[in-house]
């Protein structure tokens, strides 16, 4: 089993930033693909980014590409989500998961391990 941990979240103006944590432990190491969701309060969860370090592939949703980065520090079982130019419409709880195995997915129903997610609010 693995177990995800999100932290970071938090009350931000509108254009700020704001770096959210996920701190996996437990059967880490076959953990190589990362994903990032959210999901807003009346919506369905969304996909917000995906990281796959064995091969450093990261990809983003557009509403949130060239504003978000996702990053990792294997040493510490760590994945990060940086966001900057926050905009209201980016408040959600932001969760981590994780999937067996090499393949990405976009859809959350591919990831075996979650997080229990981290409120983030923007205020406009």
């Known amino acids: 089993q693995v177990q995800l941990v999100e932290s970071g979240g938090g009350l931000v103006q509108a254009g700020g930033s704001l770096r959210l944590s996920c701190a996996a432990s437990?059967?880490?190491?076959?953990?190589?693909?990362v994903g990032w969701f959210r999901q807003a309060p009346g919506k369905e969860r969304e996909f917000v980014g995906v990281n796959r370090w064995s091969s450093a592939y990261t990809a983003y949703a557009d509403s949130v590409k060239g504003r978000f980065t996702i990053s990792r520090d294997n040493a510490k079982n760590s994945v990060y989500l940086q966001m900057n130019s926050l905009k209201p419409e980016d408040a959600a709880v932001y969760y981590c998961?994780?999937?067996?195995?090499?393949?990405?997915?976009?859809?959350?129903?591919?990831?075996?391990?979650w997080g229990q997610g981290t409120q983030v609010t923007v205020s406009s």
């Open positions: 437990g059967r880490t190491f076959n953990i190589n693909v």
């Open positions: 998961a994780a999937r067996d195995g090499n393949l990405i997915y976009y859809s959350q129903r591919e990831y075996n391990y």
